[in-house]
């Protein structure tokens, strides 16, 4: 028997889950495969979805380039504001702050990045601070917003995650998605083969199809519970295994950024929207009970509370496969990672191009499985590194918990890139991976690492060179910044949001 051969042709897709997940996915297959493919998707009301998940990275651009969407239309539809970064307080230290930008800071030479350049200047008494080369960081920290032709802004967004879900929804409906109303009581499998072929709904009703996407949230009732594909936590390294969120009523304009404060037991996040703001803590559950968790988000939020904090828990980590049978899990019941970098809708986003790029019309094949799988596990793993990054390289000595992250053992490639940017200055990427060279050097420096040393070929310049070239790129970075409105002004012009009901 061929072990490849194809198993029947896929025309019917049943979609488990409508949360974020689930309506991306239906709007990204119904957009690219929707005249191949009959798409249903299945949600339940009572169950409802996470409800958090509301600040988001620039890959998205990528997602509505894909469903063609209306800047606008999307922005007034989810309440959006613009996200240039992520400031990170009290992470390296407590009352030490430092900013982790979208943005390209200045331009650096094939050889080395820009970073090799800037550390030679304060070397020689020429630079200045390493953001004022970096227009997005300048802009956020100074409450700025505009859209700028060639693409001369790197933006993303924070938005209602309910809302978004809502507008996907009313999108793929249009491209002929049916939703299905009703929890799912029961999973059907054939006996001979194990792939899925229905679901049993509360009504009565069997959903039946030849592929099924997971997209039930951390139940993970296909791929999980059914499937018994197992799961590989990540605790060692990511301490945190909670969060409780709530969400306030907004005082004063918005900024351009998330904020991610980190306190002895985790950490909190405000993500300004402009109908409301969104907050919440991620902590350790070992460090500080749910209830003291709640009690120091409520303390440490402004503005009416407009619902009562929701506790949620996770196990940070991956299923071993996420692609198993004629099922893949997408969203939460693939695996999860802490919002530390507002990855989570990204991994999404990725787990649906894979499958439009591998989509088995023909018959699901193993080598399709196996290739899914093994890219999947690469996206997540350097993300996961990015995040551990943080937790590790920290003077925080006041807690436990960051005394335990200090000492902690890395993973291999983590434990290289830390020791190999802390002896050159260098951050060597591997091909496609998601964060950009001057991601990890801002997250690297901001976390309190300065390089033993940096790339020779900065030392060509003389002084009047490096610092003309080091003058030039702050200059730029000023003027564009002074011709910039304020955040909450270009909302105003481009895209006010009308009242929520
Ligand atoms: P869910 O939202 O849980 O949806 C599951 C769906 O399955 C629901 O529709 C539910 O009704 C349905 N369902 C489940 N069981 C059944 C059943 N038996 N019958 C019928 N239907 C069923 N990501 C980011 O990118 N940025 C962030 O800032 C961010 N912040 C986060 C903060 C926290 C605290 C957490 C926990 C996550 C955060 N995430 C973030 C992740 C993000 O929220 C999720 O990736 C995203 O919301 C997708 O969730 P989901 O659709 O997979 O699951």
Redesign the pocket.
């Known amino acids: 028997m061929n072990v490849n051969a194809a198993s029947k042709p896929v025309r019917r897709v049943v979609i488990?889950?409508?949360?974020?997940?689930?309506w991306m996915v239906a709007a990204g297959l119904s957009k690219c495969l929707g005249k191949q493919v009959d798409i249903r998707l299945?949600?339940?009301?009572e169950?409802?979805?996470?409800?958090?998940?509301?600040?988001?990275i620039p890959t998205l651009h990528f997602m509505h380039e894909i469903l063609d969407l209306e800047e606008k239309e999307f922005i007034q539809a989810t309440q959006a504001t613009f996200k240039l970064g992520i400031s990170f307080e009290n992470w390296r230290n407590v009352g030490e702050d430092y900013f982790h930008s979208f943005g390209r800071t200045g331009k650096g030479h094939w050889t080395a990045g820009f970073h090799h350049f800037w550390l030679e200047g304060r070397k020689r008494g020429l630079a200045s601070d390493y953001g004022d080369y970096c227009l997005e960081l300048r802009a956020a920290l100074d409450n700025r917003f505009a859209l700028l032709p060639d693409n001369g802004i790197n933006y993303a967004y924070h938005f209602d995650?309910t809302l978004y879900g809502q507008y996907l929804r009313r999108y793929s409906e249009a491209l002929g998605v049916r939703r299905l109303e009703?929890?799912?009581?029961q999973v059907h499998t054939d006996p001979a083969s194990g792939d899925i072929t229905g679901l049993a709904?509360d009504g009565g009703e069997l959903v039946e199809g030849d592929f099924f996407i997971d997209?039930?949230?951390?139940?993970s009732?296909l791929l999980g519970q059914t499937l018994g594909v197992g799961y590989e936590s990540w605790s060692h390294w990511l301490p945190c295994d909670s969060?409780v969120?709530v969400q306030t009523q907004s005082v004063g304009e918005p900024v351009p950024y998330?904020r991610s404060i980190a306190h002895p037991w985790g950490w909190q996040?405000r993500?300004p929207l402009q109908h409301r703001v969104g907050n919440?803590l991620?902590y350790s559950s070992r460090h500080i009970s749910d209830d003291d968790a709640k009690a120091a988000l409520l303390a440490n939020v402004k503005g009416e509370v407009l619902r009562q904090p929701r506790v949620?828990k996770?196990t940070p980590g991956q299923r071993d496969v996420v692609w198993k049978k004629n099922c893949v899990a997408?969203?939460?019941?693939s695996g999860?990672l802490?919002?530390l970098e507002?990855?989570?809708?990204?991994?999404?986003q990725k787990g649906l191009t894979r499958l439009v790029e591998l989509f088995p019309t023909d018959g699901v094949r193993q080598s399709d499985i196996d290739e899914y799988n093994a890219q999947a596990r690469e996206q997540i793993e350097v993300v996961r590194d990015f995040i551990i990054l943080h937790y590790h390289v920290t003077n925080r000595t006041d807690s436990p918990m960051w005394r335990a992250c200090r000492e902690m053992e890395l993973p291999p490639l983590l434990k290289h890139r830390v020791q190999h940017f802390r002896d050159t200055g260098r951050i060597m990427l591997r091909q496609g991976e998601l964060f950009a060279e001057n991601s990890w050097v801002q997250v690297m420096m901001g976390q309190g690492i300065t390089p033993a040393s940096h790339h020779p070929i900065t030392r060509n310049m003389d002084d009047r060179n490096l610092a003309d070239f080091l003058g030039d790129v702050r200059k730029d970075v000023a003027r564009t910044l002074m011709k910039l409105p304020k955040h909450q002004q270009f909302i105003n012009q481009f895209c006010p949001a009308p009242p929520p009901d």
Do not use: D, Q, Y
């Open positions: 488990a889950g409508g949360g974020t997940a689930g299945v949600e339940s009301e169950i409802g979805t996470v409800g958090v998940g509301e600040a988001t995650a009703g929890k799912i009581l709904l997209c039930s949230g951390m139940r009732l969060a969120a998330t996040w993500i919440g991620v949620i996770f997408i969203g939460l019941s999860f802490e919002p507002s990855t989570s809708i990204h991994l999404i």
